[in-house]
């Protein structure tokens, strides 16, 4: 499966966003698709995922309450909603997509594909 992610941009401190990642050439299921975030010098670390088929979420703790994560099947495509932004949120953020089991749902070890990536920055 070929993941495209879109809607990163420059914002201010407080704004939201929405990034969208679209599935394509799907030929193998996946139960989960969420999405990652790289800051400049760390570690890819875990943001949100969600079940392809059920209505289970699983967020970060440092993004809970803010970033919502939604789905359109008939669009294969999933949706972050990310909401009072603050610049430690500044990263690029990927979509990914796999089979993981629920107790890794959080590690990037279980998704198989993933997007290019697209940059959120934002300003105090």
């Known amino acids: 499966v070929q993941l495209q992610a879109s809607g990163g941009g420059l914002v201010q401190a407080g704004d939201s966003l929405r990034l969208s990642c679209v599935a394509s050439g799907r030929n193998s299921p996946f139960r989960f698709m969420g999405w990652f975030r790289q800051a400049p010098g760390k570690e890819r670390e875990f943001v949100a995922t969600?079940?392809?088929?059920?209505?289970?979420?699983f967020y970060a703790d440092s993004v809970k309450g803010r970033f919502s994560i939604s789905r359109d099947n008939a669009k294969n495509t999933v949706y972050l909603q990310m909401g009072s932004l603050r610049p430690e949120d500044t990263a690029v953020y990927f979509c990914?997509?796999?089979?993981?089991?629920?107790?890794?749902?959080?590690?990037?070890?279980?998704?198989?594909?993933w997007g290019q990536g697209t940059l959120v920055t934002v300003s105090s």
């Open positions: 969600k079940e392809w088929s059920g209505s289970r979420a």
């Open positions: 990914a997509a796999g089979q993981p089991i629920i107790s890794t749902v959080r590690d990037p070890n279980g998704y198989t594909s």
